[in-house]
């Protein structure tokens, strides 16, 4: 899986600049096809400098100390206390550059001499939408954009956990019934129990370490099965009638670990896997991107847990969460025969 990176700082930055060459443009630029790239500078008049210092202001104190604070605990009133608390800022930063700072300075103001108060507030409404609007709107969307990556963090981990409980099922199902074979080696004082055990401890190393991983290599998938299928073998009494058939072009392709072994388990759990005119039928072939199992074996209705099985319920969970609409399952269940075709998207 994919790991989904929440918007950084410096992307934000980076959104931010994007947004002053905007500013920078409209205050100060426009197209002149005479002009070196088409672009001419001008308007670099006291006022239109200070319209700018003024928007900057407003719009970080919009963005950084109003909008986190309406976000947190949204409401319509938090809304227009927010909006009114910077429009005021917005006003008395104006008052304070332009009309004392900048006469002091060079004798230069903004509205003329005797402005009416109500007038300068009232007119300011117009000049204050700019940078708190802009503010807000882009707030918003970076805000939008780190919820959506957050969802698919929590997704993502969400799915990585399940998946985890999973293989976790898979394990402890697939050494119960290992541990049930060798024991009827035991009791039956075979001499194969004690390569039996030898086969365990290898498949356990093998689950141990391997499983692990997100991703191996698909030949070790099917080594793994090899040695199970050879363990199963020694349990079961008269001559199991097994047909693998590999078929592979990269043996390097990844796929998740224990992700065919449920379909071969089941076929050894409930088949009847003696007779000749009906071999355990394995099939395994993988073609460019696209691997494909095969099983079918002959029912035994006298070999059925009382307890319903967890292998094909799990592994359908783990298609789901590992291969969206990248996967194939058909099951078809006879009365005598249980086919399985699994066809991946790699």
């Known amino acids: 899986m994919k790991t989904t990176e929440i918007l950084s700082t410096k992307e934000e930055v980076r959104l931010h600049l994007a947004l002053y060459v905007i500013l920078i443009y409209i205050r100060y630029a426009h197209i002149d096809y ?45 809304v227009i206390v927010g909006w009114a608390a910077s429009y005021m800022l917005f006003v008395a930063v104006r008052a304070l550059i332009e009309q004392v700072l900048t006469v002091w300075l060079w004798n230069q103001q903004n509205y003329f001499a005797g402005t009416p108060v109500w007038y300068y507030i009232f007119d300011n409404i117009y000049f204050s939408l700019a940078p708190i609007s802009i503010a807000t709107i882009t707030y918003i969307i970076i805000y939008f954009i780190r919820s959506l990556q957050l969802n698919q963090i929590i997704q993502q981990e969400k799915n990585e956990a399940e998946l985890r409980f999973l293989k976790s099922q898979i394990n402890p199902h697939f050494i119960f019934n290992t541990l049930n074979n060798i024991y009827y080696l035991v009791y039956q004082k075979s001499e194969q129990a004690l390569p ?25 998938e099917i080594n793994y099965i090899s040695d199970f299928i050879d363990l199963e073998k020694m349990r079961i009494a008269g001559e199991t009638q097994v047909e693998l058939t590999i078929d592979i072009d990269n043996p390097s392709l990844l796929i998740p670990p224990l992700l065919l072994l449920p379909f071969i388990e089941n076929g050894f759990k409930h088949g009847l896997l003696t007779e000749r005119e009906q071999p355990f039928i394995i099939h395994i072939t993988q073609k460019g991107n696209q691997l494909e199992l095969f099983t079918q074996n002959k029912t035994n209705d006298y070999n059925k847990d009382k307890t319903k099985g967890i292998g094909l319920s799990n592994i359908r969970k783990r298609l789901e969460l590992q291969f969206p ?4 399952l058909t099951i078809k269940e006879e009365p005598t025969t249980f086919t399985c075709k699994l066809i991946l998207e790699l």
Request: hydrophobic letters at 40%.
């Open 196 to 220: 039996a055990i030898d086969k365990l401890s290898q498949l356990m190393r093998y689950m141990t370490y391997e499983t692990e991983q997100h991703y191996i290599e698909l030949q070790k």
């Open 325 to 328: 609409n990248k996967h194939t």
């Open 34 to 78: 005479n002009a070196p790239y088409w672009v001419s500078f001008t308007d670099f008049s006291l006022f239109n400098n200070t319209t700018v210092i003024i928007f900057v202001s407003i719009f970080y104190f919009h963005y950084l100390y109003i909008m986190p604070w309406v976000i947190r605990k949204f409401t319509w009133t938090r």
